[in-house]
């Protein structure tokens, strides 16, 4: 088994989809990116704090004062940014968006919160999805600039038929098994064991 330097808590902060909703085996994307992170002394301490809709800006506005009381204070503590598409129907310009993001991501630098980003999905309703990419193009520009990784999901998954599928038959819009595990394989595939600190699995 690997040994970090001191003990991690990663606070994973996103809409509904950092929650197992739609899920009928109820792990998400999180917990299948837990179950496949390399085994460390100490372990690696995974916390969702979930806003429904949550948008860039009520991200910035949140995002602080939930994430302070749940710092590890015996080690380290890094967040994930699962960033939604809801700014589009929010009415936010791109520009406030990134305005918005840039905020959050300079603050957890300055707070010793390394940060990591994954971008938004493809909306539901593909007459939104010109918008979304832009806004993840932006999003991934932000975080290019700050030297954040950064997970694009919105074109990986713009046209899978697995991801297509179950969006169009979910009510609420949301993945189930496939869905979750297509951006499950996305975060373990673009950094996501390099930010923690540890190696790949053998």
């Not at 940060?115 to 993840?136: R, W």
Request: hydrophobic share 40%.
């Amino acid at each position: 088994m690997q040994q970090l330097e001191s003990s991690l808590r990663v606070i994973v902060l996103g809409d509904q989809l950092v929650t197992a909703s739609g899920d009928p085996k109820g792990m998400g994307w999180v917990g299948r990116v837990q179950a496949r992170t390399p085994q460390v002394d100490p372990s690696i301490e995974l916390i969702t704090l979930a806003y429904p809709d949550d948008t860039s800006l009520t991200l910035n506005k949140r995002w602080l004062a939930e994430v302070q009381p749940r710092q590890n204070q015996l080690g380290r503590t890094q967040v994930a940014i699962a960033l939604g598409n809801h700014d589009i129907r929010a009415g936010l310009s791109t520009s406030r968006s990134r305005l918005n993001l840039a905020t959050v991501l300079d603050e957890a630098m300055k707070y010793g919160l390394e940060p990591f980003v994954i971008g938004p999905v493809p909306h539901k309703e593909s007459a939104l999805n010109t918008d979304v990419e832009q806004l993840s193009w932006g999003f991934e520009d932000v975080c290019a600039r700050r030297n954040v990784p950064f997970v694009d999901c919105f074109h990986p998954l713009l046209g899978h038929e697995g991801w297509n599928q179950e969006l169009q038959n979910s009510p609420s819009g949301l993945p189930g098994q496939v869905g979750y595990g297509l951006i499950a394989w996305l975060v373990l595939n673009r950094g996501w064991n390099s930010w923690l600190g540890v190696e790949e699995a053998e």
